[in-house]
């Protein structure tokens, strides 16, 4: 190969390597930008997990309230339906004794007393005292009636006021039950929206794990192939220093034969050699 085509080498594989260099470069922020990626969607990933855990946390304590409240509107209905069924059975009896609650207690009492008055201070006939005492019991048994009204008036007030109360719990409990279980639900989509993001940023994560390992194989790749061409320059290198070594060689013995000539002709011609002609002629002499 002439030195010419050796530079001509030189010079391709010079450039190729200068190609194949910023490639590596190329390829070296390509890895660093991926792997920084890859560590931000891990770290996003971390960040993902920990609010999972809180949110699924969170869902199970409402969970956990909801059901209790459910249960408790199940006692509440259960109290509020015998509350209504023992209403319900004394307005009944009520009802029956309806004529009774207004009479006056008091008059009845002092009817009563006035009778048991009669019988303990007068001196009766046997079948008059007998008539006031039946008079007596039948105001006693009145007597009873009319309280056992007003008691169950009572009872009914009572009641009515346990079944107000009642109500009112249930109305506060279907609210906070409708509250968890918005709640709940939102909480639920949260849930499935963040799992499906990082479904989503598990995938980027392989994606950019396969990524890296494709880059880094060809940043090998790129690697090797300097090696080779820069052994491959330098080998070209050396090759040229040879040739132009061994240019410069012939051209030294050309010079030295032509001044060997040159001596041979003054031998000829019975000339003086000097003393650069006799280092020449006996190989001493250096240019």
């Given amino acids: 190969m002439s030195e010419e085509e050796l530079i001509n080498s030189l010079d391709s594989l010079r450039e190729e390597l200068k190609r194949l260099r910023e490639k590596r470069n190329s390829l070296v922020q390509k890895i660093r930008e991926l792997k920084r990626s890859k560590s931000e969607c891990i770290e996003l990933l971390k960040s993902y997990n920990n609010e999972l855990q809180r949110l699924r946390e969170g869902l199970r304590k409402l969970l956990e309230e909801r059901k209790r409240l459910v249960d408790k509107r199940r006692d509440v209905i259960n109290e509020l339906r015998n509350c209504r069924e023992s209403l319900l059975r004394t307005k009944e009896v009520l009802n029956g004794l309806n004529d009774f609650s207004k009479m006056d207690v ?17 001196s009766l006939p046997l079948s008059e005292e007998n008539k006031l005492i039946k008079e007596i019991g039948r105001l006693e048994r009145l007597l009873n009636r009319i309280l056992e009204a007003r008691k169950l008036g009572s ?4 009641l009515k006021a346990k079944l107000a109360a009642l109500n009112l719990d249930l109305r506060d409990l279907n609210a906070k039950i409708d509250g968890l279980s918005d709640n709940i639900l939102k ?56 040739v132009r070594m061994s240019k410069i060689k012939e051209e030294e013995e050309r010079l030295v ?31």
């Fill in 106 to 122: 008091d008059k009845i009492r002092a009817k009563i007393n006035a009778l048991e008055w009669r019988i303990m201070t007068e």
């Fill in 155 to 158: 009872e009914v007030q009572e």
């Fill in 187 to 242: 909480i639920r989509a949260e849930i499935s929206r963040l799992a499906n993001d990082k479904l989503e940023i598990r995938r980027k994560v392989d994606n950019l794990r396969d990524d890296i390992q494709k880059a880094v194989q060809e940043l090998i790749t790129v690697s090797s192939r300097i090696a080779d061409v820069r052994s491959k320059y330098e080998a070209v290198k050396s090759k040229l220093r040879e």
């Fill in 257 to 287: 034969n032509e001044k060997k000539r040159k001596v041979d002709e003054k031998i000829k011609r019975g000339e003086r050699l000097s003393i650069d002609d006799l280092k020449i002629l006996y190989g001493e002499y250096h240019e």
